[in-house]
């Protein structure tokens, strides 16, 4: 099936560590776009890449680190810097970055601090 | 002001009723508008989106744009309790970097 697969659903980290969360696709999209998602409100970008290699920082990249070494892949890391990471964390894709592109999520990451 | 703006509800509708769900934006240079229905604790899924003034239809949802007013609206006909979700309007700017800005949602909830 195609898909954008998160994982791991759940993640619990510890004060001061760096946890990757991962996000693979299958749909040949060309973009991938990590969000933040925090209760009640909307979604705010962390980075996108519009290609292999390539990548940009969104409204709130302080704190996160992204790679994009494969197509199908777009690894995010919360670092020890992201002062509040406790939150629901969502990648998506789309073919293309045109204005008439579709995006879709995947299932998502709940990350919290403890 | 935000750039894309809903009024976060909750939205009671009784069930097979007509739901009406709102969103403006600011960027008058925004050519892109999605609908996303985002269940609770579930990833966001979309449902619909247009790109041109006017009405999009699609079994029980249409989508309407006006960008004179700078409004989307989304209606869902014969609502169902299945219905009571988060309803997130998604924009996309003209700068074609393929970046949504998304507004807080609306909850609609559809009661039996």
């Known amino acids: 099936d195609g898909g954008i697969t998160q994982s791991p659903k759940y993640l619990f980290r510890k004060e001061g560590q760096n946890v990757t969360l991962s996000c693979e696709q299958n749909?040949?999209?060309?973009?991938m776009y990590w969000y933040r998602q925090d209760p009640g409100q909307g979604l705010r970008l962390i980075y996108y890449s519009q290609i292999v290699n390539d990548f940009q920082k969104g409204d709130i990249a302080e704190g996160y680190s992204v790679s994009r070494e494969k197509k199908e892949s777009f690894p995010l890391t919360v670092t020890s810097a992201q002062k509040n990471p406790t939150a629901f964390y969502l990648c998506?894709?789309?073919?293309?970055?045109?204005?008439?592109?579709?995006?879709?999520f995947g299932q998502g990451t709940r990350l919290t601090v403890v | 002001q935000k750039e894309v703006e809903q009024n976060s509800g909750p939205l009671s509708v009784p069930e097979g009723a007509i739901a009406s769900l709102n969103c403006t934006y600011s960027d008058r240079g925004s050519q892109s508008f999605f609908w996303y229905r985002q269940y609770s604790g579930k990833s966001p899924e979309l449902i619909m989106s247009i790109y041109s003034n006017g009405d999009k239809e699609d079994g029980r949802f249409t989508a309407q744009l006006n960008k004179a007013s700078q409004y989307v609206s989304l209606l869902i006909r014969d609502s169902q309790p299945s219905d009571s979700a988060t309803y997130l309007c998604?924009?996309?700017?003209?700068?074609?970097?393929?970046?949504?800005?998304f507004g807080q949602g609306t909850t609609l909830q559809v009661k039996p």
């Open positions: 998604a924009v996309s700017r003209l700068s074609n970097t393929g970046k949504l800005i």
């Open positions: 998506a894709s789309s073919i293309d970055t045109g204005s008439y592109t579709e995006a879709f």
């Open positions: 749909l040949n999209h060309d973009a």
